[in-house]
């Protein structure tokens, strides 16, 4: 008998959660499991990546916090086997849920950052500390995409190791192999230049201040950076640009649905990250053949950039060590082929996705 299975999401707009979502949607094995999406909100450009066999449900809510009473009305008119969610605080809504649902229903959760770094900037921080350590508990399982967030889920918030799965993220190779044009590299970058590129929305947990500052230090003027993202901190990006008078070299764009174009003709990947849940930017960057300079940073980078395989890991928040480390990785001749086998072998889809068969088959 098919197990039943309720994926809730707030939207699917272009996170990397949502990213993760719609490819375990689109790949999972219709013959052990039928599944339906319910979304807070149905929004996104992803939702035209789905499946149109698969069944959406829109809460039309605003926000998370206003979809309590829908969600509840929902688990109890379809009663899943297991309902499965991702981002922090709509798993902290949905665990509520549980104590008004028959026993057997499972609750499983997918966290998607480093919890203790990403409220450690915020007032809320001890609100969410009490929250997490009151509530993630009660999760039948929770799957970590990272040693490193496993590790702060057991330090910080005091799970049990046995409730926690690690399960990598997956990476979609084919549809990102389709998402590249064959359109000519000067549509993106001029030949004449080094072209760096970094994806990420503009906060301070991306880091593209110290790329930025990294950058000013580089004084080969062949070298350009293409930043594509959106956030609060973009003025205060392109006002440090202006302050060191560098805007010649470096270039924000905006958001972009299909960042994959720029990914496969750029020179280099930069990130330049204070911490990640698990980079899946730096995953789609491999699988387009283009290596990767990162700061060693929590989100087990370490485990995917392996030096003058794939890229360069630089020591943890350097400036200096940036800057001489995308001089040096833009020297260095990477084989095509070992760049996207260092994906393949590790992180597609048919690696991954039956990871999380294996856990929805046996959580009971």
Same mark, same amino acid.
């Given at each position: 008998?098919?197990?039943?299975?309720?994926?809730?999401?707030?939207?699917?707009?272009?996170?990397? +959660?949502? %990213?993760?979502?719609? &490819?375990?949607?689109?790949?999972?094995?219709?013959?052990?499991? $039928?599944?339906?999406?319910?979304?807070?909100?149905?929004?996104?450009?992803?939702?035209?990546?789905?499946?149109?066999?698969?069944?959406?449900?829109?809460?039309?809510?605003?926000?998370?916090?206003?979809?309590?009473?829908?969600?509840?009305?929902?688990?109890?008119? @379809?009663?899943?086997?297991?309902?499965?969610?991702?981002?922090?605080?709509?798993? =902290?809504?949905?665990?509520?849920?549980?104590?008004?649902?028959?026993?057997?229903?499972?609750?499983?959760?997918?966290?998607?950052?480093?919890?203790?770094?990403?409220?450690? %900037?915020?007032?809320?921080?001890?609100?969410?500390?009490?929250?997490?350590?009151?509530?993630?508990?009660?999760?039948?399982?929770?799957?970590?995409?990272?040693? *490193?967030?496993? @590790?702060?889920?057991?330090?910080?918030?005091?799970?049990?190791?046995?409730? =926690?799965?690690?399960?990598?993220?997956?990476?979609?190779?084919?549809?990102?192999?389709?998402?590249?044009?064959?359109?000519?590299?000067?549509?993106?970058?001029?030949?004449?230049? /080094?072209?760096?590129?970094?994806?990420?929305?503009?906060?301070?947990?991306?880091?593209?201040?110290?790329?930025?500052? +990294?950058?000013?230090?580089?004084?080969?003027?062949?070298?350009?950076? &293409?930043?594509?993202?959106?956030?609060?901190?973009?003025? /205060?990006?392109?006002? =440090?640009?202006?302050?060191?008078?560098?805007?010649?070299?470096?270039?924000?764009?905006?958001?972009?649905?299909?960042?994959?174009?720029?990914?496969?003709?750029? *020179?280099?990947?930069? =990130?330049?990250? %204070?911490?990640?849940?698990?980079?899946?930017?730096?995953?789609?960057?491999? +699988?387009?053949? &283009?290596?990767?300079?990162?700061?060693?940073?929590?989100?087990?980078?370490?485990?995917?950039?392996?030096?003058? /395989?794939?890229?360069?890991?630089?020591?943890?928040?350097?400036? *200096?060590?940036?800057?001489? &480390?995308?001089?040096?990785?833009?020297?260095?001749?990477?084989?095509?082929?070992?760049?996207?086998?260092?994906?393949? *072998?590790?992180?597609?889809?048919?690696?991954?996705?039956?990871?999380?068969?294996?856990?929805?088959?046996? $959580?009971?």
């Amino acid at each position: 008998m098919k197990k039943n299975i309720l994926f809730i999401a707030p939207s699917l707009h272009g996170g990397g +959660a949502e %990213r993760v979502i719609t &490819t375990l949607l689109n790949n999972i094995n219709t013959e052990k499991f $039928t599944f339906s999406l319910a979304l807070i909100n149905n929004e996104g450009p992803l939702i035209d990546e789905l499946s149109k066999k698969i069944d959406i449900i829109d809460l039309k809510a605003v926000r998370v916090r206003y979809a309590s009473l829908k969600l509840l009305k929902l688990i109890w008119y @379809k009663k899943p086997d297991i309902i499965f969610s991702t981002l922090g605080h709509l798993n =902290l809504l949905v665990i509520v849920t549980k104590l008004f649902m028959p026993k057997q229903i499972k609750y499983i959760c997918r966290e998607t950052n480093i919890p203790s770094l990403v409220h450690k %900037r915020k007032i809320k921080y001890y609100i969410f500390l009490l929250l997490y350590r009151s509530l993630y508990k009660f999760f039948d399982h929770v799957v970590c995409q990272s040693t *490193d967030m496993r @590790k702060d889920l057991i330090e910080h918030y005091n799970i049990p190791l046995s409730k =926690l799965s690690l399960i990598n993220n997956p990476c979609d190779i084919k549809r990102i192999q389709n998402k590249i044009s064959k359109s000519k590299r000067d549509i993106y970058f001029s030949s004449e230049k /080094i072209n760096l590129l970094s994806v990420g929305a503009l906060t301070n947990q991306k880091g593209f201040d110290l790329l930025i500052n +990294a950058i000013s230090k580089i004084k080969d003027n062949r070298f350009h950076l &293409t930043i594509i993202g959106e956030g609060p901190e973009k003025q /205060i990006l392109q006002d =440090l640009v202006d302050k060191l008078n560098i805007s010649n070299k470096i270039n924000f764009v905006g958001f972009k649905n299909n960042p994959y174009t720029y990914m496969h003709h750029a *020179d280099l990947f930069i =990130l330049s990250s %204070r911490y990640e849940g698990f980079p899946n930017v730096v995953l789609e960057s491999l +699988a387009c053949g &283009t290596a990767v300079v990162a700061y060693d940073s929590p989100g087990d980078l370490n485990k995917i950039v392996y030096d003058g /395989i794939n890229g360069f890991l630089v020591k943890y928040l350097s400036i *200096d060590d940036l800057a001489k &480390t995308i001089v040096k990785a833009s020297k260095t001749k990477f084989d095509l082929m070992d760049i996207q086998n260092s994906v393949i *072998d590790r992180y597609s889809i048919n690696k991954i996705i039956p990871q999380y068969e294996n856990l929805f088959l046996t $959580t009971h």
